[in-house]
């Protein structure tokens, strides 16, 4: 190959995004561009987690993936359209709405400067589990303590009364397993990643997700542009919008396992009663409002939401 | 003089840092059970403490001539040789403890104009990588100090 | 691969020359990532490894086992545990290293790592053994051995680490560490039986043991109390393993308080060389990740995998090579950073193995077995020469004795601990009956 592409790679090397979005894309880039350009997914990592998106920029590696909400800072201010309440319950539509108007509307592309963007997409809905009681109201949230991902999230289980906790998700199993906390926001597929089937009892399903994670997928700028035009339109045609679809796929395959696996447990899944609803839309909203005004004068972020939702066909309960 | 009363306070401020880190431990687990009330920055204050810690202690390590290396040869070769031997090490160690500062300024910098902050309390990280930056370069000096003694 | 050699023999150089371990590795990495990537690529990646290495939650156990070991060496109850083997063992020649190898054991159960486990017990085992004669090699060899147990028998640092980068159950790695553990002790008191029968001269025959003091058998009581809040806390669901490591240096605190047997003196030299070793191991990883970080881009691990894949060999023949490379890269590896540089690259290979029906039937099981079989190849690495952090440990509490002399010492011990390998290889029931 004339350039070949270092990918460096933190999810475990079995997690299904790797094996069925991340290698695949790789290996189609090889073939898209006759050889000329390869991709080599490195054994280990080459920093950490979060370090992934400095890393591509910095040249460290070529090319990485990872959250937005990894690095708390004011750079990826758009990404929070991605990672609010009633988002998309298909990751392949809200991954490609995600794509579509973090570009068009939100500048995704100066976000994330230094790099070259190839992919944008979420994962399935996430849902709120616990193992205390179902939540009829807000006032059964009060006092569950929940471990959450990102600050959207710990707002909301704050907003309805519960103590939110962050930790990394590989300490959920440990603590929930001792009660240490009681509940945690997860998607279907962390349920089975991390072995929580036995120690969860209860978990709520929102139209759209309690909360979806955004993730980007970038290559070095100067890498990028030491490739030629034509093979970089060949790797643009199957990254982006194809690329939400192929990994949104990935997602959707991994929640379905997961689904099916847990079809036998003990858990019981139910859609969240109206006045958790209520409270929830309550705290979304006003969580929305404050990042539509910390955008930049020419960004409207709730027109953005608008369309991203529109396009995933969520309606927002009032 | 001027390097011990440093030592001295790196060691005070050190001290306070683990036995920090060992109370945010106490108070989590001591206040989920007895009043419901976990400490909810607890991950991240560990976090926070111990990388302050590290940082703190680099120069003591350095200043203590702590750093684990293999003197199985200075028994065999002649005491002027092992000198030697001693001072280029100490140069090496000052030369990647001084790289090691260089680069965490930058990161710093970096992380002002990025506003890095931690996720859950937003605390800024600025201000832990110019802490890196200071400390590596006490550290360098330390071990200079101690191998250039005539 | 050939840079990778390259750097392997720069790296040993380096270290000969006595470069600190640190910055050897850290030297060599940083500037084969230049040579590869660009000065500014090299320095961006040195930058994150240092910042980010000590904002880890799970390394949070470093300083606090190391703590919590360092309070029970400076109040007492550490004595009171060799004192109690002493008098199990005071009628047989050779009796105060096997008094000092039990202890070891015993305190192991009491701490995290295996370098506080050395420093402490070489604190109050070298004493009386240099008192009456033993000979300086199995007097320091026996507690450099002994002192490896400190990663095995459980709370231990290492299985935390691995249990974390692997995603296996942290409470089930330190059940499995418990029978390996006693193992580890019985071969290392039958080596010490068999090295002074060989060799009568490396220890007097019979000395009287001394009476045991009123602190010394609170230290007893002391250390049972410990392992017992450990235990329940972890198992009883009132703290996680990492946790563990912060509540059990507040109850080392407490204990040692109570007993009033902790001067203000000896709580600041237990703040002071906590400090100082945390920091000093800290300094490894940070090594430690920067020159993995150019090895991984040399496509080292790769190779490695490659090898393993194509050789189309038997699962059994994988582990022996392995273990193979874990006794190798011992010599020169200390053991966070060896596990670092190592478990990610092996586990998902490990994982995928096919041991046909049994116990090894169910991949999880392999995980444990084989965290079982790093922490014992980790422990050798930690007596095995050049760099063998429990030697240097020895060395720095007793400056005048040679390294050569301790590494002599140590010989016995690491036949036993070769021995005890294919014994837990072979059997992998020892490591998961228990579970
Ligand atoms: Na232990
Ligand atoms: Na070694």
Known sequence: ADVTLALSSWLPPRHPIVVNAIKPWAKDVEQVTEGRVSIRVLGKPLGSPPAHFDMARDGVADITYGLHSFTQDDRFKGSLLGQFSFIGDDAVTSSKAFWTVYTEDLNAREEHEGTHLLGLFTHGPGLLHNNKHRLETPADVEGLKIRVPSSYVGTLVDDLGGTSLFMSSTEVYEKLSRGVIDGVAFTYEALTAFNLADDVKYSMTVPGGVYNTTWFLVVNEDQWNSISP???AAIDAISGLAFAERVGQAWNDAD???REELADSDIEFYPAPEPVLTALQASARRQEETWAESLPEDEDGLAALTRLRAMTGVTVPQ | MTAKRIENGLMGLAAFLLLALMAVTGIDVIGRYLFNAPLSGAFELTELLLGALVFVALPLVSRAGAHVEVDLLVSVVPRAVSRVMGRMAAIVSAVVLAFFAWRLAVLGITQVTDGARSVSMGVPLAPFAFLGALTCLVAALFGLMREMRP | MIESL??????????????????????????????????????????????????????SVVPLFIFMGNILAHSGIAHGLFAGADRLFGRMRGGLALAAVLSCGGFSAVSGSSLATAATMSRVAMPPMRRFGYSDSLAAGSIAAGGTLGILIPPSVIMIIYGLLTESDIGKLFIAGLIPGALGVVFYLLAVMIAVRIKPDLAPPVTDPEPMSRTDKMGVFGTLALFAFIMIGIYG????????????????????????????????????????????IFAIVI??????????????????????????????????????????????FESLSMILLTVPVFYPIIYQLDFGTGLLSDPENVLIWFAVVVVVVTEISLITPPVGMNVFILRATLPDIPLGVIFRGIVPFWIADILRLLLLVSVPALSLMLL
Request: charged share 10%; net charge negative; with cysteine.
């Open chain 1, 230 to 232: 034509e093979d970089r």
């Open chain 1, 256 to 258: 379905a396992a997961a």
């Open chain 3, 6 to 59: 390259i750097a392997l023999v720069v790296l040993l150089f380096l270290v000969f020359s006595r470069v600190p371990i640190a910055f050897a590795m850290a030297v060599v990495g940083a500037v084969g990532f230049a040579w590869m990537r660009g000065l500014d690529a090299a320095g961006a990646m040195v930058g994150s490894a240092v910042f980010e290495t000590g904002f880890s939650y799970s390394l």
């Open chain 3, 237 to 280: 669901g009132f703290f996680t393993p990492i946790e563990a490591a912060g509540m059990g240096a507040i109850f080392a605190l407490l204990l040692a308080l109570m007993m009033r047997s902790l001067s203000r003196a000896g709580f600041w030299m237990a703040c002071r060389e906590t400090v100082i070793s945390s920091a000093m």
């Open chain 3, 287 to 332: 090594g430690a990740e920067i020159f993995s970080a150019f090895v991984n881009f040399a496509g080292l691990p790769d190779a490695l995998v490659d090898l393993i894949y194509e050789m189309d060999i038997s699962p059994w023949a994988v582990i022996a090579m392995m273990v193979l490379i874990y006794l190798m890269m011992g010599c020169v």
